[in-house]
């Protein structure tokens, strides 16, 4: 079984498996955050990932999700259905 060694910020350094980690990337990056909860204290920990500590947490099968931290507003919507509705060909605007 694959073990990931990372540090609490109260207990020091834990071992994990892929399971107790998640990790938190960006949209169009290759870096982001992993998070997980130490098995000592329970405290949920984060911790940076640059791209080499996200491969290699893919790699051993850390489930990812991809975090925007500027959703689409209501404004954006409404702004969008607008150009739809006024445009006689939506599909014109994909070939271009």
Do not use: H
């Amino acid at each position: 079984m694959t073990t990931i060694k990372t540090t609490c910020s109260w207990c020091g350094d834990v071992q994990l498996t892929p399971a107790d980690l998640a990790l938190e990337l960006a949209p169009s990056q290759d870096e982001g955050n992993y998070r997980f909860v130490c098995p000592s204290c329970t405290t949920v920990q984060r911790r940076p990932a640059n791209a080499r500590v996200v491969s290699v947490l893919l790699a051993t099968g850390v489930s990812y999700e991809v975090i925007n931290p500027d959703p689409i507003t209501e404004d954006e919507i409404a702004a969008f259905a607008a150009a739809l509705a006024a445009e006689p060909d939506p599909f014109r605007l994909l070939a271009g």
